[in-house]
Every structure is written in structure tokens, then in C-alpha cells.
């Protein structure tokens, strides 16, 4: 059988990269991710693509989405060389909700729902380690070795100013995405609120249910 094709959607701290990654481990697919993707490429010249902007970096650090032009073809590339894939950060709007139903047909769409407290306090709280990309949480998930504490780093975006800003354009922006996947009856709720094995319990059952 052909590897699944997963979307996972979700509020910014929902836990979509703590989950993608176990996805991707436990079904052998490509982790698809435009907020990486971005990252990695933030200071990419993008001014002839006539936006607002000169590079991503203004966007992301204000917690604004990035020109619909710049990751439609960040995804598109990407699933072209995906045999089986997790997207996680993408479709954020209904136009790239459009884009996304010319690129590849899904066999499941995610949804971990979390309230904004929790969110806030998620976002705030996390910490990367830059040498191996894993995600903690100072109270929830803090490295066990003392090391990799010492070199854990804050993304830009993670200022609670800047989180309350990136929930603001999720509600305006992603929720709509949310509900046209609820309303064609393809959407598997997941309650994110749990402990994150408790998730992951759920996000696979989910998958092999659906697969
Ligand atoms: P992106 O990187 O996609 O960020 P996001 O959607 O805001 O999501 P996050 O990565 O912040 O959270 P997550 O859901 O992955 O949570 P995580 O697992 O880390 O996008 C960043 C920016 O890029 C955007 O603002 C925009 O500018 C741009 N961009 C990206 N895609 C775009 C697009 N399609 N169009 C336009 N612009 C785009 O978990 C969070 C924390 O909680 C961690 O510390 C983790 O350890 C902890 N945690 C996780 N699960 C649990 C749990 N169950 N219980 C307790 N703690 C938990």
C-alpha cells in the first residue's frame, strides 16, 4: 500500500511538531513543514515577488503569514518528493486550502484542539535545541542532561506579544480552514489538551483507523 498522506492542523503550540515527529517515525513518512522550511530560509530575497516585505524574517517575527506565492511552492516541491508525508503549517487560508486540493489528495485531516491559555503558556515555554532541533518545554518537557539545557534557545516568535499576535491570525485566517475540512466531514478531531502521549495514543489510532 502507498504510504498515508496526512494533514495536521492546529492553533500555534497545538503540538503539531511534537506530533508530526512521531508520525513521521512511526508511519516512515516525510515530515512536510513550512514554518522549518521558513525558518531555514528567512532571509531569502523574495522582493520580486511584489509582497509587502523583502524577506520572510519580517513576517514570521511579527507573527504575520508569509505571501500565500512564497509557500505554495515551498509545498508544492515539497510533495513532489514526498512518498507519504505529515504537512503540518499548511493550509493556513482557504486560498492555500484551494492550492493544497490541486497538489495531492489526503487520506487523513488532523486537528488537535487546545485552549488559548494552554497555548500561550506552551509557546512561552518552549525551548529548541539547536544541535539536534528537538522541542522541550521548561515545565513540561525539560532536558534530562544538563548540556543540552545549557544550549536550549527561545524562537524569535515565541515573545508572549508575538504569540497573542500569531493566535490573532490563526482565529482570522486558519480556523476557516478548519471548519471547511469539518464541513466536508473529513476532519478527525484529536483532544491536544492530554499529556502528549496520551495525544500520540490518539493520533495513531486515528491514522491507522483511517489508513
Ligand atoms: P510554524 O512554525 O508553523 O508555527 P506555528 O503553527 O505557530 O506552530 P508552532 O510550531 O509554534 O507549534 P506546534 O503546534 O508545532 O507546537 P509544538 O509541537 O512545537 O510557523 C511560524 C511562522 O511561519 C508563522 O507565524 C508564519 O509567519 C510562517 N508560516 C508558516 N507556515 C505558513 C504558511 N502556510 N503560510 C504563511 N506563513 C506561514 O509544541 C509547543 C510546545 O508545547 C513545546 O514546548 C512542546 O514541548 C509543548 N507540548 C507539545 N505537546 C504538548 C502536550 N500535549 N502537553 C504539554 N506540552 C506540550
Avoid: C
Avoid at 492553533?11 to 515527529?21: E, L, M, R, W, Y
Avoid at 509557500?71 to 493550509?91: K, M, R, S
Avoid at 488559548?116 to 525551548?127: S, Y
Avoid at 521548561?138 to 527561545?154: F, G, I, K, T, W
Wanted: no cysteine; proline share 5%; glycine share 6%.
Amino acid at each position: 500500500m502507498a504510504q498515508p498522506r496526512i494533514l495536521i492542523l492546529g492553533a500555534p503550540g497545538a503540538g503539531k511538531g511534537t506530533q508530526s515527529a512521531k508520525i513521521s517515525e512511526a508511519f516512515d513518512v516525510e515530515h512536510v513543514t513550512t514554518g522549518d522550511a521558513l525558518r531555514a530560509n528567512k532571509d531569502m530575497d523574495i522582493s520580486e515577488m511584489d509582497t509587502e516585505y523583502d524577506t520572510p524574517r519580517e513576517y514570521m517575527d511579527q507573527g504575520e503569514l508569509v505571501p500565500d506565492e512564497v509557500v505554495n511552492a515551498i509545498v508544492d516541491e515539497a510533495l513532489t518528493q514526498a512518498d507519504g508525508f505529515v504537512l503540518d503549517g499548511y493550509p493556513r487560508n482557504l486560498e492555500q486550502a484551494e492550492e493544497l486540493e490541486d497538489m495531492t489528495d489526503l487520506d487523513v485531516v488532523l486537528s488537535l484542539d487546545v485552549s488559548e491559555e494552554e497555548l500561550v503558556h506552551r509557546l512561552t515555554g518552549r525551548r529548541m535545541d539547536p544541535e539536534t532541533g528537538d522541542i522541550y518545554h521548561l515545565e513540561y518537557n525539560p532536558p534530562e542532561d544538563p548540556e543540552v539545557e545549557a544550549r536550549l534557545e527561545q524562537r524569535d516568535d515565541d515573545t508572549e506579544e508575538t504569540v497573542r499576535e500569531r493566535l490573532r491570525v490563526y482565529r482570522e485566517n486558519t480556523e476557516p480552514v478548519i471548519e471547511h475540512y469539518d464541513d466536508e466531514g473529513v476532519l478527525e478531531r484529536v483532544d491536544g489538551e492530554q499529556a502528549p502521549n496520551e495525544v500520540w495514543a490518539d493520533v495513531k489510532a486515528t491514522i491507522e483507523d483511517a489508513v
